[in-house]
């Protein structure tokens, strides 16, 4: 059997498998469509076309517009194979499909009659497409290479469900993958998804709105292939589940302000009196409310809330008949957990909170109370997802959508009146500006971006104007961050613009209200209708400022710069060398700005001073390898000192330009690199910057940080991609800009590897970035603090709380390229240098790695490249170098124990390049047990 059949055949399978969760709003069937298809692109010798996907407009047709995937079970090679065939069929509602639907049967066509007969079922994948309520399920096939998942090849089959609803399966929404490998005898290969149930997706059906009667709301639970979930886990795997529920409904100010939640769920206990919001459980040790299964195995049920108080607990829920107008919420928390052996594992725990808008009395339509946008919050807590054990996790990992925070977090919670949501989220993010007394349960640590860019939050929500916008503020909200401010009297000093630090602590200085005693807690908008301008999201460098966060201050244009090519060009001075050059423009607002003439011009442009540079990084033959991984040399020039034919040494170039499409030709004359040189990259930008001396406010000159833009040398090969740019902005926006470092020049995650290569070292750290980044995000995982860059004895790098579980690789980096699945990576495996640690000889100092001596030892010198004369200087065999897997893991996994494990196997941890990379030294043997398909693989052991 072809590769094409059995391949397509499984494909088939699996998308039909994934129309199990594929459903409508409104219940729509879900229909599959079987047609022949001619031999060509699709199968080389024909075969059949599967299309599947839900009957939106209800006329038990098919059409081109509601198929949500189409695939192909082709027929095999000429005179060698047999056919695949596929027979559908009405599955009545029931265990497979509690709302009904249709039965997919595939199999091969053994005695080449057209017909799928019983014996040629292939059982195993035989799967339903069923009607429902959900999310639109996704399927995402890609190539297999031959390896430890497919001996000689297949495909890679990535299931999960649409929940951004963008029509693509993301990174972060893949649950489940299985692998259809090519083999011989016509079977087909085994997909591992069919026997797989996970997650747990909550479908509301209906709430009673009987003002006299108990109010119940009923719902289903299925899981990710659309099949219902017993909560007692007996027809479904998973231990019991505890659903708890939540009800408020929402009133609006006078400015059509939504206000926060008047919640219905609340108790009381004898130690606090008073009712406090809450969420209700019906099955704990004293339940709260009625929860009963509708049906027969058919993870349908009713929740009734309580309608006679307990005293002390929970208080009876029931409509208020003024407010049957009003938009009503029930919101529901519930969690999965599919390992019955290890209960508190993350890896197979799922939770999902899932509200019901509504207006009981039918009048108008629902308002949906969003002052955050869930997705916002996502992107650098990465869905609150919990790490290592739930039992470790806040809430149990369980509450995971912010919108419904403020049920519990909310003004009527008046025992602890910080933990209000306005309150306790802005002194987390805000924490290290805070008096200690302040902190919201002693909790501190960084944010990663201008903390006055409300829109992090913010954006995009229904109501987030009320934030951005500021049109509605409070004192508790602005007195959250702002908790120096006094709005009596009672501080010693008024208010300054800048505020007075203490000289002790760097902290605000107690003040009093600059406008004056404030008695109004919603803070009148007179003074602060402008109060987004206030918020400046701006920065000093150096005499002037840099703005921060993509903020644009009104007449600030946004500079870029345009790569056109990246050579190595040859001159007859220095052959065989060469020299380095890039061809580039600029621009202003995405309009090419020609630069002035240097001969009666200063600047580069009008209006502008200072430049940025044009940077190569380059790899040369280096500890007996040809050609690195990684980058050991660089050269650059200033683009202003060329232009103005000021530049010297190894920074001199010529400029030539503008040519017919307005790019400038740079050349190092300075530099020379030998024939041999790889890798080569060119890049516009990293240190320095176009300044605007002409916007309002800012007659020092604001930098608007432009993006560092690069490109691969012509008939080079591009160094491994590794992170995304854009995964590191999910926490940090614009790289390098609050918290300020390289002046927001160098802001391209992937090009950190310009300058942080495996060669250079500080305080006896390697400063290779695969060792730093892991170093400084890895810090709660780690047992000896990452000191490198510390600001203090009591103030480092050790201080970094990653924001997400700190063993989810894809937040930074690319899919397969951490786990060494990517080709790219596993092609260059062999050419990874040692990550340099040690040269020379040590001072004690605050930032000193533990792992060096400061008793005089020298450990001599590291490698260097000379880009004057195109020569190397090899690294002194007794410098001390840690091997490059060791390198990376030990950023997290620094505990002697797996520091032993790792040198037992190869690995070399503060050891001498002489026993790394000598003759007869050991090699790194990581892969054999963490490598792809192994049995602690890396992917595996990170989920």
Not at 494 to 507: K, Q, Y
């Amino acid at each position: 059997m072809s590769t094409i059949r059995r391949l397509s055949m499984a494909s088939a399978f699996l998308a039909l498998a994934a129309l199990g969760a594929c459903t409508g709003s409104n219940g729509e069937n879900g229909l599959v469509s079987i047609s022949s298809e001619p031999a060509g692109a699709n199968c080389a010798n024909g075969g059949t076309k599967v299309s599947a996907g839900l009957d939106s407009n209800g006329n038990g047709v098919l059409d081109a517009d509601e198929v949500d995937s189409t695939d192909y079970i082709c027929n095999g090679d000429t005179g060698t194979g047999v056919g695949a065939l596929v027979e559908t069929s009405t599955e009545p509602p029931g265990a497979n499909c509690p709302d009904g639907g249709v039965k997919i049967e595939v199999g091969l066509d053994a005695n080449g009659n057209g017909v799928l007969d019983t014996d040629e079922i292939n059982t195993d994948a035989t799967t339903y497409a069923c009607n429902g309520t959900g999310t639109d399920g996704l399927v995402q096939t890609s190539p297999e290479p031959a390896g430890a998942n497919c001996v000689d090849g297949g495909i890679r089959v990535d299931v999960g469900l649409d929940t951004n609803g963008n029509g693509d399966l993301d990174p972060s929404e893949i649950t489940e993958t299985s692998y259809v490998c090519d083999g011989a005898g016509g079977v087909v290969g085994p997909s591992g998804i069919a026997s797989v149930t996970s997650g747990i997706h909550v479908g509301v059906v209906d709430v009673t709105t009987d003002v006299a009667g108990p109010v119940s709301i009923h719902f289903t639970l299925k899981d990710d292939r659309g099949y219902p979930i017993d909560i007692n886990g007996v027809y479904s795997v998973n231990t019991a589940i505890t659903p708890r529920f939540m009800m408020a409904y929402t009133e609006s100010d006078a400015n059509g302000n939504v206000l926060p939640f008047v919640v219905l769920t609340k108790s009381n206990s004898s130690s606090n009196p008073t009712a406090q919001p809450t969420s209700y459980s019906p099955i704990a040790s004293t339940p709260v409310g009625t929860l009963v299964e509708n049906g027969y195995r058919a993870g349908d049920y009713t929740y009734t809330f309580p309608t006679t108080d307990l005293n002390p607990g929970a208080k009876a829920v029931a409509y208020d008949p003024t407010k049957m107008d009003n938009t009503h919420v029930i919101w529901i928390d519930a969690a999965r957990q599919t390992d019955l052996d290890n209960t508190s594992a993350a890896k197979t725990f799922y939770a999902t909170n899932q509200a019901y808008w509504y207006v009981p009395s039918g009048n108008g339509t629902a308002v949906v109370r969003e002052l955050v946008k869930s997705e916002n919050c996502a992107s650098c807590h990465r869905g609150f997802k919990p790490e290592g054990t739930t039992s470790g996790s806040f809430h149990g990992g369980r509450r995971i959508d912010p919108k419904m925070c403020n049920i519990c977090h909310n003004p009527a919670r008046v025992s602890n009146p910080a933990a209000d949501s306005d309150v306790f989220v802005h002194r987390l993010h805000n924490s290290q500006a805070l008096q200690p007394a302040n902190l919201f349960h002693g909790i501190e640590f960084g944010f990663p971006r201008d903390i006055r860019n409300c829109d992090t939050c913010h954006k995009d929500a229904l109501q987030g104007a009320q934030a951005t916008a500021q049109s509605r503020i409070s004192q508790q909200a602005c007195g959250s961050c702002h908790d120096y401010v006094s709005f009596t009297t009672s501080a010693p000093i008024l208010c300054t613009d800048p505020v007075t630090l203490d000289a002790t602590t760097g902290l605000p200085l107690p003040c009093n209200h600059a406008g004056g005693p404030a008695d109004d807690p919603t803070c009148g908008l007179g003074c602060h209708a402008q109060l987004a301008t206030q918020h400046k999201q701006v920065a000093p460098l150096g005499s002037g400022w840099i703005a921060a966060t993509g903020y644009m201050p009104a007449g600030a244009m946004a500079v870029s710069y345009v790569i056109s090519s990246v050579d190595l060009v040859d001159d007859a001075a220095i052959t065989p060398n060469k020299r380095p050059q890039i061809t580039f423009k600029f621009q202003q607002d995405g309009v090419d700005v020609p630069f002035q003439d240097p001969g009666s011009a200063t600047e580069l442009w009008a209006n502008y001073t200072g430049s940025p540079r044009v940077y190569f990084a380059f790899a040369v033959p280096q500890d007996g390898i040809d050609e690195p991984a990684d980058f050991n040399g660089t050269a650059s020039g200033t683009v202003k000192d060329i232009w103005a034919g000021t530049a010297t040494g190894s920074s001199a170039g010529t400029m030539t330009g503008p040519d017919g499409s307005g790019f400038y030709t740079i050349t190092l004359t300075g530099v020379q690199l030998p024939p041999e040189t790889s890798m080569l990259t060119g890049g516009v930008g990293y240190s320095g910057g176009m300044v605007q001396m002409n916007v309002s406010g800012y007659a020092t000159g604001l930098t608007i940080p432009a993006r560092a833009t690069w490109k691969t040398g012509t008939g080079m090969t591009a160094r491994r991609p590794i992170v995304d740019t854009a995964k590191c902005e999910n926490c940090h926006a614009p790289l390098g800009v609050s918290p300020t470092f390289h002046s927001g020049a160098r802001n391209d995650g992937p090009t950190c590897s310009f300058c942080h290569t495996p060669n250079r070292t500080s305080s006896g750290w390697s400063a290779a970035s695969r060792a730093f980044v892991h170093g400084i995000h890895g810090a709660r995982a780690r047992e000896v603090a990452y000191n490198w860059h510390a600001s203090s004895a009591d103030e480092g790098f050790w201080d970094i709380e990653f924001p997400g579980p700190i063993n989810d690789c894809t937040a930074c980096h690319l899919d397969n390229t951490y786990n060494f699945r990517a080709t790219a990576t596993n092609n260059v495996l062999q050419n990874m240098q040692p990550s340099t640690v040690g040269q020379g000889t040590y001072n004690p100092s605050i930032s000193l790695s533990p792992y060096v001596a400061t008793d005089g030892t020298n450990y001599g010198t590291g490698f260097s490249f000379s880009t004057t004369t195109g020569l190397s200087t090899e690294a002194s065999p007794t410098t001390l170098v840690t091997s490059p897997i060791v390198s990376a893991c030990t950023g997290c996994h620094d505990s002697t124990p797996a520091i032993d494990h790792m040198r037992a196997m190869g690995g070399h941890f503060y050891d001498t390049r002489a026993n790394t990379v000598g003759p007869g030294a050991t090699t790194e043997q990581c892969l054999v047990c963490h490598g792809p398909g192994t049995m602690v693989d890396i992917e595996v052991m990170h989920r």
